[in-house]
């Protein structure tokens, strides 16, 4: 028998300026009512299944402000304020603002949201009409779909499509308040039925061996620099620790007992902090069990669990498979929802059966451990269709038996005396520590820190507690998310901005005054330019898979893949590792860097297509050299990928913007991979009056 613990972690950062109120993103409020109830909720509908879910406490106390009314939210006050009453600077605001969403899957399927779309170039065309229309269908999409009401209330205003009311935005607020009180109480209740187990992180989600000592990030990069002041503060993570266990206990009735560390995030230290706490289950991810053994993992280490520390200090500890978390979290959003199902429960089922015949007969215990959040915005139905498909054939599965975290870790467990301090990402703190504007940021924490030290004393105590927990929150990991060139959104100046008043508000609560440093922006790389891709320079680039730069991809412009460094990491290898594109008057050039891709276009394991956008929907097949080259669209890998797609194939005109995405599929069809994977990439293309110089090989 294959046990499977599945873990679903809740997270967003903390977004509220306690200085002012004010809750700067509304990605609390829009996940709640789209995934946090029903993704516990949809379990009723799957009685034998069991699985864990990982709730951050500084999410539980957003969740909680909104659910009350009490949240000051820009993006709801503007979203119901009556559209005739707008000021210029809200119609900006609002038009800015309201089509942060995935457009394949949550615009594109509504007609007059995408015709909205089209339009959000030319703010200023936009009429009161267009505007109330936008305002009820930026949260008309983010509403839960299997909320009990879908069928009245929700069912009637999306048919309605345009020509909303102002009653129509005040109804729809009523589902959004009901839908935000039932969060809380419907984790709550599944708690108590002994199917969902509940679990906790550290309160405002730091990364605990960081701030028990910044220089932890030297064991895994020897050579790396640091801040010029190191942040050396173990009772801060002690104290993150301590908060979460008693916030958890007076919201859920019980104390947990389990710990997901923020973003897997452990060293032996941790572990110590961990079972002071009482935490009987931590986990992280398999690069960190290698790591800790110094070799590869064998067919028997990974699907069991370990008992990490000394004693008295010790914890069963499970090492989560990282490309079974991938699947979901990346792959499956663009395969059909059964043949995604199958294929996991098939890769569960072969984890089974192969820890089996090298363990002399064991249970394997597979951990599967992911967002369980942002992932669902890119599937068809909001990921739906997929969970039940899963849930149900696991639930038919003679073999596998879904169980929560505490049963996972039951039994006999390895011993594992010293665990290799990393997180889940690459068995190391790189992303939150490795970069020159993490070394801003965490200079700037520390003097924050010291000045705390020195003035705590001398303030009121209100004005302490105050000082303490903008500390705290400054203290989370997602600021440093953001920083360097790993991760970009379209929001990486607010969350900057975000780090840097809560940094201020210390100085502000202790009444002293904020450095300089801290009113200037910490970001010194710069997220890609938005618009249409214009080809100063058009080049014809021979379709030959060879890597030649300047003769033949001399005007080509390179493109960065936001969409795919984003909320979520990847951690399995993408096959695209990089895109450039370049131009004639009859072709678009596709170059994908990527050595695994090579390897699998070349053996047939893989295929390419372009899934346009605009200026109509269609998909077309690029074709390999097996299939002969009649200048149609086709590849050739060879030390790269290089592709043409002829303007003619997708009825693009001169002078048209051509929205489009490159899709990379498997054997069997189903999309693996798709650039960018938010919106479309989009060329201007070459008129015939284009003043240029055509390379040719």
């Not at 005739?84 to 509504?110: C, K, Y």
């Not at 699907?303 to 991938?326: C, I, K, M, Q, W």
């Not at 592709?643 to 048209?656: M, S």
Request: proline share 6%; glycine share 8%.
């Amino acid at each position: 028998m294959t046990k499977l613990a599945l873990v679903w972690h809740m997270h967003q950062p903390y977004y509220e300026d306690l200085a002012t109120g004010e809750h700067i993103l509304p990605w609390v409020r829009l996940h709640a009512i789209k995934d946090y109830w029903g993704m516990v909720a949809l379990l009723d509908q799957f009685p034998q299944i069991r699985a864990t879910f990982n709730l951050v406490p500084s999410l539980l106390v957003q969740i909680e402000a909104f659910a009350d009314d009490h949240a000051n939210d820009r993006h709801l006050l503007i979203g119901m304020k009556p559209a005739e009453s707008l000021g210029p600077e809200e119609r900006q605001f609002l038009v800015a603002n309201a089509f942060h969403a995935s457009f394949e899957r949550m615009i594109r399927p509504h007609a007059r949201y995408a015709e909205l779309h089209d339009k959000r170039q030319r703010p200023d065309e936009f009429t009161t009409g267009d505007l109330r229309d936008l305002q009820v269908l930026h949260k008309l999409v983010w509403m839960d779909p299997d909320w009990p009401d879908a069928g009245s209330r929700l069912r009637a205003l999306t048919d309605k499509q345009r020509g909303y009311s102002e009653g129509d935005k005040r109804q729809l607020r009523e589902v959004e308040l009901e839908l935000l009180n039932a969060v809380i109480p419907a984790y709550r209740a599944a708690a108590s039925g002994g199917r969902v187990e509940l679990s906790t992180s550290p309160f405002y989600h730091p990364i605990l061996p960081l701030l028990c000592n910044t220089d932890v990030h030297l064991r895994a990069h020897p050579r790396s620099a640091l801040p010029r002041q190191l942040f050396v503060h173990p009772e801060d993570a002690r104290e993150q620790l301590a908060r979460a266990v008693d916030f958890h206990e007076r919201v859920f009735g019980t104390p947990p007992h389990g710990v997901w560390p923020s973003e897997g995030a452990v060293s032996d230290e941790v572990v110590e902090l961990l079972a002071r706490q009482g935490a009987r289950w931590t986990a992280t991810d398999e690069e960190i069990l290698a790591r800790s053994l110094g070799r590869g993992l064998t067919a028997d280490d990974l699907y069991r669990p370990y008992t990490l520390g000394s004693e008295p200090h010790r914890v069963r500890a499970l090492f989560r498979d990282h490309e079974l978390s991938d699947l979901i979290g990346f792959a499956y959003q663009s395969w059909d929802a059964n043949a995604a199902a199958a294929d996991f429960v098939a890769n569960v089922r072969d984890a089974g059966r192969r820890f089996a015949q090298a363990s002399g007969g064991e249970d394997a215990v597979v951990t599967v451990i992911l967002d369980g959040e942002n992932a669902w915005e890119h599937y068809p139905g909001g990921g739906r269709p997929f969970l039940r498909a899963l849930y149900q054939m696991l639930q038919e599965a003679a073999d596998i038996r879904t169980v929560t975290m505490s049963e996972a870790v039951a039994g006999t467990a390895r011993d594992l005396r010293s665990i290799f301090p990393g997180s889940w990402i690459d068995g190391d703190f790189y992303i939150w520590a490795g970069h020159r504007d993490d070394h801003r940021a965490w200079a700037q924490l520390a003097a924050a820190r010291a000045a705390f030290d020195t003035a705590q004393s001398a303030v009121p105590a209100e004005a302490r507690d105050l000082a303490q927990r903008e500390l705290r929150v400054a203290e989370g990991s997602d600021w440093f998310w953001w920083y360097g060139d790993d991760h970009s959104s379209d929001h990486d100046r607010e969350f900057d901005d975000l780090f840097r008043r809560h940094v201020r508000n210390v100085y502000r609560a202790l009444g002293l005054p904020a450095p300089d440093d801290l009113h200037r922006t910490n970001i010194t790389t710069e997220p890609p330019a938005g618009g249409a891709i214009q080809f100063g320079l058009l080049t014809s680039p021979a379709i030959d898979g060879r890597s030649r730069d300047f003769t033949q991809w001399g005007g080509a412009v390179e493109v960065s893949l936001p969409g795919d460094r984003g909320t979520m990491h990847r951690v399995t290898d993408q096959l695209v590792r990089g895109l450039r594109v370049a131009a004639d008057r009859q072709y678009l050039y596709l170059r994908l860097d990527g050595p695994t891709l090579v390897q699998r276009l070349s053996a047939g394991d893989a295929a390419l297509a372009v899934l346009q956008h605009q200026p109509q929907a269609r998909r077309v097949d690029l074709h390999g050299p097996r299939d002969g080259y009649d200048g149609g669209p086709r590849w050739h890998a060879d030390e790269v990928v290089t592709a043409a797609l002829p303007f003619a194939a997708v009825d693009a005109a001169p002078g048209d913007s051509l929205g489009l995405s490159i899709l990379v599929l498997d054997a069997a069809g189903h999309v693996i991979e798709q650039h960018p994977s938010g919106e479309p990439l989009v060329v201007s293309v070459p008129t015939d009056s284009h003043d240029a110089t055509n390379w040719m090989a």
